[in-house]
T-cell receptor, first 113, second 114 residues
């Protein structure tokens, strides 16, 4: 079946530190992979997406690379800011209706100024 | 900018009660979705629809019904609410016609079943 694993429930960093959030997935075929971000009081919103065609996505200083060999899709940012504090979800898109999203458990990022 | 509006934003009901959560999107999207969000699980898909009158079962459908009355409006029905349905519910919409489609979420409805 489909599964997405985010082992880090919470990550705490100081401003300007490097961010790495680990994500692995299991599915058949070649899915579309997303990172969604959720700020307090809001619904999730798309941060970036990657397909098998390009293998890498970036947005707002965040980068993610899709590695089919290790079935991983890690999120990175070179230098975090307090405004990056949010919950980050690794998400698998599947099926003919690609809005059928399969979410990981989420990683709470806390950035201390 | 895509817009998905949910109502009510908060709801408290008793066990066995009848609850309807409403969602309207103004994006002219074909697909609409209901998710629930629980700690440790992320968001899980309850039901979805690809047009008025259509309903598809998601991953956690038990205890929920849904109805899509128009392209804009999608409702989630809990006819015999139970405490296990206490959760934060999100409605979403997407174009669904293109690969790599973005899904747009509302701000959520917090439901408490006491």
């Amino acid at each position: 079946g489909n599964s997405v694993t985010q082992m880090q429930g919470q990550v705490t960093l100081s401003e300007e530190e490097f961010l790495f959030i680990n994500c692995t997935y299991s599915t058949t075929g070649y899915p579309t992979l997303f990172w969604y971000v959720q700020y307090p009081g809001e619904g999730p919103q798309l941060l970036l997406k990657v397909t098998t065609a390009n293998n890498k996505g970036s947005s707002r200083g965040f980068e993610a690379t899709y590695d089919k060999g290790t079935t991983s899709f890690h999120l990175q940012k070179a230098s975090v800011q307090e405004s990056d504090s949010a919950v980050y979800y690794c998400v698998l898109g599947r099926g003919s209706a690609l809005g059928r999203l399969h979410f990981g458990a989420g990683t709470q990022l806390i950035v201390i100024p | 900018e895509a817009a998905v509006t949910q109502s009510p934003r908060n709801k408290v009901t008793v066990t066995g009660g009848n609850v309807t959560l409403s969602c309207r999107q103004t994006n002219s999207h074909n697909y609409m979705y209901w998710y629930r969000q629980d700690t440790g699980h992320g968001l899980r898909l309850i039901h979805y629809s690809y047009g008025a009158g259509n309903l598809q079962i998601g991953d956690v459908p038990d205890g929920y019904k849904a109805t899509r009355t128009t392209q804009e409006d999608f409702f989630l029905l809990l006819e015999l609410a139970s405490p296990s349905q206490t959760s934060l519910y999100f409605c979403a919409s997407s174009d669904g016609q293109r690969a790599n489609t973005e899904v747009f979420f509302g701000k959520g409805t917090r439901l408490t079943v006491v």
